[in-house]
Each structure stands twice: as structure tokens, then as C-alpha cells.
Nanobody, 127 residues
Framework: QVQLVESGGGLVQAGGSLRLSCAASGRTVSSYAMGWFRQAPGKEREFVTAIARGGGNTDYADSVKGRFTISRDYAKNTVYLQMNNLLPEDTAVYYC????????????????????WGQGTQVTVSS
């Protein structure tokens, strides 16, 4: 199975940028469809973005389209979340997740589909 470790969170002013990393170990990320989710205090975990196992297809929540970009580096066995033009409502703990699907072109937006999760990294955006 794969182990996932997120990093790159922190405190940033509105309009700023952060890049989150999700480093995988134990298995290569090419074996998984990957996703990022977030959870703000008092709210349910919500979908942010996903990338297919083959890397060709991506999906984004409407709230982050045009601002966030998901990518994967097979050589570094890492998935990234580039977040630009951050807003205070982006404040949350961000989690990466892996789904060991045999489908190379499918993205998954439901948290229940994912089998493996990282511990999360806090992103705080000040106004």
C-alpha cells in the first residue's frame, strides 16, 4: 500500500500563492488516481481537485477553477497542488488521497472512493 505525506501549507495573505506537495512512498503514484480534499472547521470534507491515474484528465471544484492546478511528477513520486489567488474561504486542512483504480482516464470526486489518505496540511489565508 501507499503512504502519503502532505507538506507546503502555511499562512498566506489573500491573493497569495502556495504549492502543496503530496509525497508518496511504498508504491508509485502511477498506480493511483489522486485527489485533493479540504476540510474547514465545522464543515464536511470537500472535493478540491483530482487527477486521473494516467495523468491526462483532471477535475476541479467550481470554487477553485482557474486558481488551483493539480499535477503529478512520476520521477519524484509526488502530486502537487498549486494554489494561486488564495481567498480567506480557502482556509482549511488539505488532504491528498489515492485510489488504486485500474482505470487510467477517470477522475474521482467522492472522498469515499479513495482508500489512502495523508495526515493533512493546514492552509490559512488571511484577509
Amino acid at each position: 500500500q501507499v503512504q502519503l505525506v502532505e507538506s507546503g501549507g502555511g499562512l498566506v495573505q489573500a491573493g497569495g500563492s502556495l504549492r502543496l506537495s503530496c509525497a508518496a512512498s511504498g508504491r508509485t503514484v502511477s498506480s493511483y488516481a489522486m485527489g485533493w480534499f479540504r476540510q474547514a472547521p465545522g464543515k464536511e470534507r470537500e472535493f478540491v481537485t483530482a487527477i486521473a491515474r494516467g495523468g491526462g484528465n483532471t477535475d476541479y471544484a467550481d470554487s477553485v477553477k482557474g486558481r488551483f492546478t493539480i499535477s503529478r511528477d512520476y520521477a519524484k513520486n509526488t502530486v502537487y497542488l498549486q494554489m494561486n489567488n488564495l481567498l480567506p474561504e480557502d482556509t482549511a486542512v488539505y488532504y491528498c488521497a489515492a485510489n488504486p483504480t485500474p482505470n487510467f482516464g477517470v477522475t474521482y470526486t467522492r472522498a469515499a472512493i479513495y482508500d489512502y489518505w495523508g495526515q493533512g496540511t493546514q492552509v490559512t489565508v488571511s484577509s
